[in-house]
């Protein structure tokens, strides 16, 4: 299925970024955008700690971070360190990330269906995987941030933080929830040296997206082609999904030594969805 009529970005090298020494978390890492800041931050130096319960998708991030090149000539690539992790078990969460310096939050589930519809449970669980779950791994990460008087959140966020959309209640108050949620870590931990940001990309191109687009046509009653085009591409001025390695760059840039002073912030990637 071809959902762009816009062309992407032509492949790059990663722009020099040195994270030699520093420790990163990233959720949902087996896949997607959380797959694509794992090797972006590994590449800077970063020793990642990989967490996601996809064993063999796990494998093979471990496998692509091994055949990786660092970001810089003559910098010996960071390490990637897979472990399974199960988010609903918050106290596990928590535990596993004392000592990161850099924590992403990433991980997230999606079911499109209307709110008289949709199953509670399954409420529940999103807005444990993508809301409390962030919140104990910042308390997790935190101590060691202040300690060293640095750190760096990034949450992973969405358009849909910033903006609803019918049929995704969990999802949309797990991403709301998540935005204060990063903002209140900003104003905490900005006398300690630590920035917690969002980035809220558009649809990116992961296997969450090609699945909500089976249940998106489902609940629309239209074809897969016409979801792609009318509905997740009709706000956006360019008519293409984000790329993984994109949402990567954004998170590097937050991570960066020029960023100090960018906290509590949205960055917006979602194609000038959110400017009308």
Request: with cysteine; hydrophobic share 45%.
């Amino acid at each position: 299925m071809s959902a762009s009529t816009t062309p992407g970005p032509a492949p790059r090298p990663p722009a020099a970024l040195d994270l030699s020494g520093r420790t990163a978390l990233v959720t949902g890492a087996a896949g997607g955008i959380g797959r694509a800041c794992t090797l972006r931050l590994a590449a800077a130096g970063a020793r990642v700690r990989a967490f996601d319960l996809d064993a063999e998708g796990l494998a093979d991030l471990v496998a692509a971070s091994a055949a990786a090149p660092a970001s810089a000539p003559g910098r010996a690539p960071g390490t990637v360190e897979a472990y399974a992790l199960d988010l609903t078990d918050l106290d596990a969460a928590e535990r596993a990330a004392e000592g990161a310096d850099i924590l992403v939050n990433n991980a997230g589930l999606q079911l499109v269906r209307p709110i008289e519809d949709f199953p509670p449970e399954v409420f529940s669980r999103v807005l444990t995987v993508m809301l409390e779950a962030p919140f104990r791994l910042v308390r997790g990460a935190l101590p060691r941030m202040y300690a060293q008087g640095w750190g760096r959140i990034v949450n992973i966020s969405s358009v849909h933080g910033l903006r609803a959309s019918p049929y995704k209640s969990a999802y949309v108050a797990a991403k709301h929830g998540l935005e204060g949620l990063s903002k209140v870590a900003a104003l905490e931990g900005a006398a300690h040296g630590v920035t917690s940001n969002c980035v809220n990309p558009g649809y990116v191109r992961t296997p969450l997206v090609e699945r909500q687009i089976a249940d998106q046509a489902e609940a629309h009653g239209i074809s897969p082609e016409r979801v792609v085009s009318e509905v997740m591409l009709a706000d956006s001025a360019v008519k293409r999904l984000v790329e993984p390695e994109e949402v990567a760059e954004a998170v590097a840039y937050l991570c960066g030594p020029h960023t100090s002073f960018v906290t509590g912030a949205s960055l917006s990637m979602d194609g000038g969805w959110t400017a009308h």
